[in-house]
């Protein structure tokens, strides 16, 4: 007979005194360390008789507008990086307190509220939603990807999908959500025909949001953080980046990058002889796994939408032509997309999907950018930081805010964020190294598109990392991937910095 006493449930444990706190846990936690390095900043810059010596030998004094910017500036880095503060009140809180201390007026910062820029994402997402909403996305990524006869046809297929997409929806959280339903059918309809197509699913579960995330660089629209640079650049230089500009710099980047990713993602993750089998992709199996109709004509809601926003993007690329303001341009598209008798959605339907908690990070993280520059904190933060490094040529200095640029997803997550923190420093720096201000932040920004180290990095790639219907990567693929990835991207940019960018009128 088994012995009984084995199964008797166990005495509780005797009651502890309740914790300090303080162990070892504690003493090695990240919050504690870098709260204690944010303290010690704000000591050091409230208590330093605010002079600093810029690279080119003039001496640079620290306002007290500029402090009390700088400190907030740290305070705001670290809730971003370390607390389970949400983003958007941060933002807020810092916006409030340079207001309050004087920096800023008041006007200032809800004015931003009205920016054009904020405009335009409200009237672009707003299209996007249209666009969504009348089932034509999913119907040209599905007749597109029907095409491939291989794996290497069908990733590359998905790849330039993918980079199209940058035109028609603003933000990769956005792309990511009009993408994943597509993913899904693909993935279905593979994993139908068998077992053997399982490690190529994982393997496009880790292409999409791959390809979102690097592509984006592609478009002014396709990432917060674009709009966030340009309004930076045009604080400090007088002329920002527009529509047309940022697509003749950008849409190059954007191609390479996210074709040599899809090769990375073919010979990392799938053997020869994988990504020499053939494919077969018919548009009924897929029609079967999405959720909106892929077959047959166009809808006339599809036809319009096509029209659409195939005008919205001509009109925005030549507004140096009708001079129409792309923010007008896009909300006459937002008309259109959501009138009564022509429109494919309902207004009030479409309001709904605005994320307008990024709008509002977004207009608070303007006028902090506006409160850096205005006050000269970013220029002596700058000077101060690479005094120390001894950087005074402008070949280290890019190679530095590149592979800053690139590594800074793993602090903050957000690349809205990212943008505030560093574009008004390298902006304030780089004429001192020999810089063009404007060339500076859009390296940055270009590199700052990285962000797959982990699943928590960017949205697009936690939402393809917890998928139910079909076979979907784990971290340790994305640290695999990383390892690789890194560093080709920022070589890439810097290659494009001194290579390709000059020729297309951005000169280093």
């Given at each position: ?7 008797r ?60 910017t ?91 999908a ?13 792309r ?12 279905t309809?593979l994993?139908?025909?068998g ?21 984006a ?53 799938l ?19 999405s ?29 140096t ?33 605005v ?78 190294m ?10 940055s ?48 940019v ?15």
């Amino acid at each position: 007979m088994a012995d009984l006493t084995s199964y008797r449930t166990p005495a509780p444990a005797p009651e502890l005194p309740p914790s300090t706190g303080i162990g070892r846990g504690w003493l090695a936690s990240p919050r504690l360390w870098s709260g204690l390095l944010a303290i010690a900043l704000i000591v050091l810059v409230v208590t330093s008789e605010g002079r600093t010596i810029a690279a080119d030998g003039t001496t640079l004094d620290l306002s007290r507008a500029g402090a009390i910017t700088l400190v907030t500036f740290i305070a705001a880095v670290w809730a971003w990086a370390f607390t389970p503060l949400d983003d958007t009140f941060v933002a807020l809180l810092a916006g409030t307190i340079v207001v309050l201390s004087g920096v800023l007026d008041s006007d200032r910062l809800f004015s931003a509220l009205g920016d054009d820029t904020i405009w335009l994402l409200v009237a672009a997402f707003v299209i996007s939603a249209g666009v969504t909403s009348s089932g034509l996305a999913d119907r040209a990524a599905c007749w597109l990807v029907t095409g491939a006869t291989g794996v290497r046809g069908l990733v590359h297929l998905i790849t330039a999908a993918l980079v199209v997409t940058t035109f028609a929806v603003p933000a990769t959280s956005g792309r990511a959500a009009l993408s994943l339903p597509v993913f899904i059918a693909i993935g279905t309809a593979l994993m139908s025909q068998g077992k053997q197509h399982e490690r190529l699913v994982r393997a496009l579960a880790l292409l999409f949001p791959t390809v979102i995330l690097l592509s984006a660089v592609g478009s002014l629209l396709g990432a917060g953080a674009h709009l966030v640079t340009s309004r930076v650049v045009q604080t400090a230089t007088g002329t920002g980046f527009d529509f047309a500009e940022w697509l003749l710099l950008g849409l190059p980047l954007a191609l390479v990058s996210s074709h040599l990713a899809a090769e990375l993602v073919l010979f990392g993750f799938l053997s020869r002889e994988e990504r020499r089998r053939p494919v077969a992709l018919t548009i009924d199996a897929l029609a079967a796994a999405s959720p909106t109709p892929v077959t047959g004509p166009l809808s006339i809601y599809e036809t319009r939408a096509a029209i659409i926003i195939s005008t919205v993007v001509v009109l925005w690329c030549t507004a140096t032509l009708h001079g129409i303001d792309p923010a007008i341009v896009a909300l006459m598209g937002a008309l259109v997309t959501t009138s009564p008798r022509y429109g494919s959605a309902r207004l009030k339907d479409t309001l709904k999907k605005v994320p307008w908690s990024l709008l509002l990070f977004m207009a608070a993280t303007l006028a902090l950018g506006d409160a850096l520059m205005t006050s000269g904190a970013a220029e002596w933060m700058a000077a101060s930081l690479f005094a120390g490094l001894g950087i005074t040529s402008s070949l280290p200095f890019m190679i530095v805010v590149v592979l800053v640029s690139t590594m800074a997803h793993l602090v903050i997550q957000s690349r809205s964020a990212r943008s505030a923190v560093l574009v008004p420093i390298v902006v304030a720096l780089a004429p001192t190294m020999g810089v063009a201000p404007d060339a500076a932040a859009f390296a940055s920004t270009a590199a700052a598109g990285f962000c797959h180290t982990l699943p928590a990095s960017a949205k697009p790639v936690m939402m393809f990392s917890s998928i139910a219907e079909v076979p979907t990567y784990e971290p340790s693929d994305l640290r695999r991937l990383s390892v690789v990835l890194a560093p080709v991207t920022a070589v890439l940019v810097l290659l494009f910095s001194y290579f390709v960018w000059p020729f297309l009128g951005l000169p280093h």
